[in-house]
Nanobody
């Protein structure tokens, strides 16, 4: 049975940093990514790690501030978030799948975590 378990969310002041982790169990995945959903908004792409980590992609809103990485031995993907802004406040979801494109579309993923709350105060 596949499970994705996120951790590392919390409350941080603007300009601060957080690191999210997502541990996968049950199988390995070519593509792992992060999405987020703010209150009243649709879920949006944040970052993806493709081809077992050899390629990464980012949403423009986080490029230069967030870094996605993965430890294939631990079957875990990370999201290092620096220079956080209040508009980064959202529930962050880990996703995993076989990929197929650039990792930015939700339909590229077969499995989702339950999410972890990130709140950035101004």
């Amino acid at each position: 049975q596949v499970q994705l378990v996120e951790s590392g969310g919390g409350l941080v002041q603007a300009g601060g940093s957080l690191r999210l982790s997502c541990a996968a169990s049950g199988r390995t995945f070519s593509t792992m990514g992060w999405f987020r959903q703010a209150p009243g908004k649709e879920r949006e792409f944040v970052a993806a790690s493709l081809w077992s980590g050899s390629v990464t992609s980012y949403a423009n809103a986080v490029k230069g501030r967030f870094t996605i990485s993965r430890d294939n031995a631990k079957n875990t993907v990370y999201l290092q978030m620096n220079s956080l802004k209040p508009e980064d406040t959202a529930v962050y979801y880990c996703a995993a799948g076989s990929g197929g494109r650039d990792g930015s579309r939700a339909d590229e993923y077969n499995y989702w975590g339950r999410g972890t709350q990130v709140t950035v105060s101004s």
